[in-house]
């Protein structure tokens, strides 16, 4: 971690600074203090601060925020407990619902769009209506303070208006997004028991209809508590639901120019009555149940919303979410500063409606950069995930979109990565407060946001939250007395209690599922599991979960609910889900590795009868089908065994830090260490993925030559091993002479069967192999498509010998067209590839001489082979002679293939021999020789292709899903 101030990217000008509701918050009730001083009086003072925003932002309630001269809070001195903690405004009484619903009534509420487009929206006074009318059809069912009323919904306006009318009747609201699936649906609302449902039974994603009637009723079918289900949606009413229209007609008549507005009855309750339930990601278990009060998230969010966002009547509002996330809830409460909210439901990033063809921006992934430009939207929320998108697809929304109304950018749900700082203030608008902002559903709003009077400074989040006493710890606890733990990461800590607190966990009566969730690390203090740094100006940078809660493209999500799918396959003994950042990605870059130990046996490519899915595809399916396509790993492996704690328990943290390449420790707390030495030899699993995909299948199995030398049982055996072990996404073919092929055909012959993986072999051949060439075809019709010849290599003595040598191989080019084609193998290469080796010890550094022996080989139709080892000292070309093969082979368009002393994926210093106390060599890695074959082949000269050889830290060679990059050379994935 650095001390370094970062560079300071944005200033807010002193009329923007003056014009802020923050400032004059500050003026009115505060001294007008800098922002750092509000935030000592905000902890200092919480009772005064609290009621300073309570009336600056206008709260609405019986009697004000403390009548009869109650105060505004009791027990501050408590610890923060559900049992003991302080009550907020006890004796005040209102409605959330309320204070949402206040703006005039022709002002702009909601504005719906979706992947068409606007397509409708409501004023206050209409959306007062439609809340007033489903508040009185609830009443109609009985349904009232205290009772569940549960939306599976996307982000539409019914959405908002059911809310609302849940709200005004002191109902309690839980909502789901329709990208769960059914399983993570029940589990959550499950638990609470709602009476009402209201339920989408279509959608649209990427601009294809989803239809959710199946599983709306698989969902109806598992909540005996639902009295009543709403149906939002579908031409045909489903089962016996009531449509919505029919629904509000029985709370009153729709809204006309003739008929008055209806406006809701309000009820209303105590300050810490219950709002909303909430979820955590369900990483131990099902979902927590997080109950959240009506004033704690009222109070919080006009707090946020009035002094770090600088939100003012009449602006609108967009975040990009689903109604299952915490930010729907916060982007809601901007009504209540009079704001319109703009409502998307869709995919974020695709083409905007009726571009035009052959404009610059056609085609572009900006319908939300179109929706801000054409709705006039003041203030802009999306992931940080979103922002390097747009980076990553070329976006230029500052040249291609009036963005003149925008004044704030916020980014949540991962860090934002520096790059994507620059990015917005090059690409999008250069006057623009970028306000990164971090908190989570456990308290509904921000522990670390922006701050509209400060500089933004470069990959940092600008401040805490008023209000809120939040500090770095170390391991131990606080730091010394009066002093900041600054420029080191620790964990995230709130020292003081706040109104948003939850008010408990749902089925939770001793709440020992709440302290353990925040309070067991520091007793007393909150500890919110985020892994932070405070920076010497007083900024945050927050550098990923500390715990193991999955947060892949900033959706949070639980690592139970993902094994609750996998694990009802049968043949799925044990799972681990981890959480890892994408090696060789940017910062918080992070993708989800599910790790699989399977019985004995089964593969993950198995598929049943040999046809159909295998069984890694249907396991992507199944959570897809149950969960959501975030949940869907990017990576999924099959591993020997699992790190387990004495106790039995599968060890999570451990798995992620071997995968990071972290030393574990507390090794004696495993029952089998082992298993971690395991895993840490996945070298797959710790490459970045494009190199992963790139050697995939390149390492042929020599295993019955120097340095190992087996015999050929051993050596079949071993490969038999490993085309169905951890390390066969790298393994070739099984490279033999024909002289043994009937050596060879004895010892397979165990080894297969209908439904196993097939040999690919590559066999050598002599000077004159016309009788070996018989030998293999004899092999290959007794193998029946069970054994493969995908090449066949062969030593020239001169240029000359390529021509004869390539035509007395015909045969087995023309075995037949169904052998031919199968001889492709699992990497795409053709039918039969013949490799004739260059003598490159003997050619030297002689450009003429190797360049008669390439042409020679390309004119004869075959590719090129070099040998880069052996198991002596002067069996190594040099550097010199490997990029001038290199070089000519590529400038001849010929593929060729490295063999010998590449038995390491990195340049080092390597025995020779598997004796002992063998003599050592300077070996490369084939990892090196792939590098430099792309430099070349990318345009690099030759001696820029030997410092690709000549590289030993694997540190240097980062690769995402664009390309590979290895000093200031950068190869697209297209070049590769």
């Known amino acids: 971690m650095s001390t370094a101030a970062a560079p300071i990217l944005w200033i807010p000008g002193p009329d923007r600074v003056r014009a802020s509701r923050l400032t004059r918050f500050a003026e009115e009730y505060a001294d007008g203090r800098t922002f750092r001083d509000l935030h000592r009086w905000s902890i200092t003072h919480p009772g005064d601060f609290w009621e300073a925003v309570w009336t600056f932002t206008g709260v609405v309630s019986q009697a004000g925020p403390r009548p009869g001269g109650a105060p505004a809070v009791e027990g501050m001195a408590g610890p923060m407990d559900p049992e003991r903690r302080p009550r907020w405004f006890p004796a005040a009484r209102l409605n959330f619902a309320e204070n949402l619903l206040q703006a005039p009534d022709d002002a702009d509420a909601l504005i719906a769009w979706d992947e068409g487009g606007r397509r409708g929206g409501l004023t206050f006074r209409e959306l007062r209506h439609e809340a007033a009318r489903f508040a009185e059809a609830l009443r109609a069912l009985g349904v009232g303070p205290g009772d569940r009323v549960a939306g599976f919904l996307p982000n539409i306006p019914e959405t908002v208006i059911a809310f609302l009318g849940t709200a005004a009747v002191g109902a309690v609201w839980s909502s789901c997004s329709p990208d769960f699936g059914t399983a993570a649906v029940v589990d959550r609302f499950g638990q609470i028991e709602p009476r009402v449902l209201v339920a989408a039974v279509e959608t649209r994603y990427k601009r294809r209809p989803i239809d959710l009637r199946e599983r709306v009723e698989a969902v109806v079918d598992r909540l005996p508590s639902v009295e009543a289900v709403v149906q939002v949606g579908g031409d045909t009413e489903v089962r016996d639901f009531t449509g919505w229209d029919a629904f509000l007609a029985t709370g009153g008549p729709a809204p006309s120019a003739e008929t008055e507005g209806l406006v809701p009855r309000y009820e209303h309750l105590p300050f810490d009555h219950p709002l909303a339930i909430l979820y955590s990601s369900g990483t131990t278990g099902l979902p927590k149940c997080i109950v959240h009060s009506a004033g704690g998230t009222l109070l919080q969010h006009r707090k946020e919303h009035a002094l770090h966002l600088d939100l003012r009547s009449g602006e609108r509002f967009f975040y990009f979410t689903t109604c299952g996330w915490m930010m729907w809830n916060w982007l809601v409460t901007g009504l209540a500063e009079g704001a319109a909210l703009v409502l998307y439901d869709g995919a974020p990033a695709i083409s905007a409606p009726g571009a035009d063809p052959g404009s610059p921006r056609a085609g572009a992934p900006d319908i939300l950069w179109a929706l801000a430009e054409e709705e006039g ?165 927050i550098h990923g979960r500390s715990d193991a809660t999955l947060n892949p493209g900033g959706v949070r999500m639980g690592t139970a609910e993902i094994y609750r799918v996998v694990e009802a396959f049968d043949q799925v003994l044990e799972a681990v889900a981890v959480a890892q950042d994408v090696p060789g990605g940017e910062a918080g870059d992070v993708r989800i590795v599910l790790l699989l130990r399977l019985r004995e046996g089964v593969r993950l490519d198995d598929a049943p009868d040999g046809e159909g899915e295998t069984l890694e595809a249907a396991i992507r399916r199944r959570i897809r089908d149950e969960l959501s396509p975030h949940h869907v790993p990017r990576v999924m492996a099959q591993v020997n065994d699992l790190p387990r704690t004495i106790s039995g328990k599968l060890s999570e943290m451990a798995v992620r830090e071997v995968l990071h390449g972290h030393p574990v420790a507390n090794r004696e707390a495993l029952a089998n260490p082992e298993a971690l030495d395991h895993l840490a030899a996945r070298v797959d699993l710790r490459l970045p993925p494009p190199l992963v995909a790139l050697l995939g299948g390149m390492v042929d199995y020599a295993g019955l030559f120097p340095p190992s030398a087996l015999p050929m049982a051993e050596a079949v055996r071993n490969h038999a091993a490993y085309l169905v072990g951890p390390d066969r996404w790298a393994l070739g073919r099984f490279v033999v002479p024909a002289g043994r092929v009937h050596e060879f055909r004895e010892a397979v012959e165990p080894f297969l069967h209908d439904h196993g993986p097939t040999w690919e072999l590559s066999v050598l051949v002599g000077p004159d192999p016309a009788e070996e060439v018989e030998e293999v075809l004899d092999l290959l019709r007794w193998g029946r498509g069970r054994i493969r010849v995908g090449a066949v290599e062969t030593r020239l003595a001169s240029p000359e010998d390529a021509g004869p040598r390539v035509a007395a191989l015909e045969p087995l080019r023309a075995l037949g067209d169904e052998t031919a084609r199968s001889t492709a193998g699992s990497h795409g290469r053709s039918p039969l590839e013949i490799w004739l080796e260059v003598p490159v010890l003997e050619v030297g550094e002689d450009p003429d001489r190797m360049d008669a ?66 003599p050592r060599h300077t070996m490369c890695g084939y990892l090196n020789v792939f590098l430099a074959a792309a430099v070349l082949q990318a345009g690099g000269d030759r001696s820029e292709a030997r410092a690709a050889l000549l590289e030993d830290n694997p540190a240097h060679i980062r690769g995402d899903e664009e390309g590979v990059r290895w000093g200031a050379r950068h190869i697209p994935t297209g070049e590769l």
């Open 377 to 541: 939207v003041h203030h802009l929320g999306v992931s940080a995930k979103y922002l390097a998108l747009m980076e990553k697809e070329g976006v230029r929304p500052g040249t291609h979109r009036r963005l003149d109304a925008l004044r704030t950018i916020l980014s949540t749900g991962s860090p934002l990565a520096p790059a994507s700082f620059d990015w917005v203030y090059q690409e999008v608008k250069a006057d623009v407060h970028l306000a990164s902002i971090s908190g989570g559903t456990d308290i509904v709003s921000c522990f670390v946001l922006g701050v509209p009077t400060e500089p933004v400074r470069r990959g940092e989040i600008q401040g805490p939250g008023l209000g809120m006493a939040v500090e770095v710890w170390g391991p131990q606890g606080a730091p010394d007395a009066g002093r900041r733990r600054v420029g080191s990461a620790g964990e995230l800590v709130c020292t003081r209690p706040f109104p948003s607190m939850p008010l408990r966990f749902w089925n939770d009566p001793d709440h020992e599922r709440f302290r353990h969730a925040y309070f067991d690390a520091f007793p007393g203090v909150w500890r919110h599991g985020d892994w932070a740094e405070e920076t010497e100006t007083g900024g945050y940078r």
């Open 853 to 918: 022996f390439l042409a020679a080989i390309r004119d004869a139709g075959a590719l090129a082979k070099i040998r880069t080892g052996g198991i002596r000292h002067d069996l190594f070309p040099s550097p010199e002679v490997v990029t001038l093969f290199m070089e000519q082979a590529l400038a001849r368009g010929l593929r060729f293939k490295a063999t010998a002393g590449l038995h390491h994926i990195i340049r080092g210093y390597y025995p020779l021999t598997y004796e002992p106390e063998a």
